[in-house]
């Protein structure tokens, strides 16, 4: 591909004239759009098995680790997700067009404000394939355009996947540039897909640190995002030791690779004696390393607890893992556990396990997140368990959308008047 900017432009300005007819398309359009690419899925598995094989072999051969191997990889449960997805994005109402708020007002006419769609969304992504049947299915139903940017490790299953979504709206009668996947792995792609204000109205990341970071400094489209997954669970000291063990096992083992996985573990020290030991038992069956404060060490060491320790630093408080390793610290009650949550929290997802409901209801009133929890293993934020259908990403920032961004988080409000005839005295 010779020019880059030629070609990126000439997406956009496809995007854009498709954006104008996604906005009026119908909801039974929409729907059935999605019910085609559902069925061409189920129908393709063995192929985009293939493909996904393909990707993967390649990501093996330069070395990537295993979290990054598990994010790239289309499994059979991947692929029934996807189409689950798919279909309850369809099921869903459609929020386009929807009026609310009508009021009258003293002049005679009526002010309310209108849901629509923001247009055509530029998707940046790394690694994980399924982002492009749920960026697009979300995209599609809210009425906007997408350019879907994925990485060269995915390339395979993402140009076979891109061909199963053109053909369902070809055949559905809408607009094939709808979705269109970026066929670069050009970085000076991206670096163009992020300044085009006059054919982008947002831009959506889902990737690392190092991407995140970038398009922080670099795009002047306005973005929805989130930097790092730092998440807590914090065991009160009026927890049901049993529900404490299933939730942070849960929340830290059932995959390190994502961004809703707990990476500190806080207990109250009034209950460590008791909880401690059998919460780090459980871990070192599950082969997590665990990083722990002094208080934590001296109560494991008294236990006679035999499995390895390291030494917590400042610098743990504060890190993504995305790994088999635990931040272990006690911390006196809520007002600390919350206190450190603050400080320390990426403010993506956070968990209290208590019985007591007055200190359940300060957790989630206080903790600054976009998803607090009680109760509930932290890799339940997630737009799929929200019943969202799925999710385009995942915002820890405070406007337009926070926390798993579905449907809703794809529109915009505009101001509508209804009147009869009324002029401004």
Known sequence: MNDIDEYMTELGRRARRASRAMARASTAAKNAA???VADAIERERAALKEANARDLARARDKGHDAAFID?????????????????????????????????????????????????VIGIIYESRPNV??????????????TILR????????NTALARLIGEALEETGLPQDAVQVVATADRAAVGKLITMTEYVDVIVPRGGKSLIARLMA?????????????CHVYVDDRADLKKALNVCDNAKTHRYGTCNTMETLLVARAIAAEALPMLANTFREREVELRVD???????????FDG???????????TEYLAPILSIKLVDDL?????????????????????????????????????????ASTRFADGFEFGLGAEIGISNDKLHARGPVGLDGLTSLKYVVLGHGEIRQ
């Not at 749920?134 to 809210?142: E, R, T, W």
């Not at 002094?294 to 006679?304: G, P, T, Y």
């Open 150 to 157: 994925g990485g060269s490790e995915a390339l395979e299953c």
């Open 335 to 375: 007002d600390e556990a919350i206190d450190h949550i603050n400080t320390y929290s990426s403010h993506h997802t956070d968990a209290i396990v208590t019985e007591d409901h007055d200190r359940a209801m300060r957790f989630l009133r206080e903790v600054d997140s976009a998803s607090v929890m009680v109760n």
């Open 308 to 318: 390895p320790l390291i030494d917590a630093t400042e610098a743990d408080w504060s």
């Open 71 to 119: 994010r790239l990889t289309l499994s059979e449960k991947a692929l029934g997700t996807m189409v689950e997805g798919l279909r309850q994005v369809a099921a869903l109402p459609d929020p386009i067009g929807e009026i609310s708020g009508l009021k009258f007002r003293p002049s005679g006419i009526q002010v309310g404000q209108m849901r629509v769609p923001l247009g």
């Open 294 to 304: 002094a208080a934590s060490r001296a109560v494991l060491n008294e236990a006679r």
């Open 132 to 145: 492009t049947i749920d960026a697009a299915a979300l995209c599609l139903k809210s009425g906007n355009a």
């Open 218 to 230: 670099e795009a002047r489209v306005p973005m929805i995002k989130h930097l790092d997954g730092i």
């Open 34 to 36: 999605l019910g085609a």
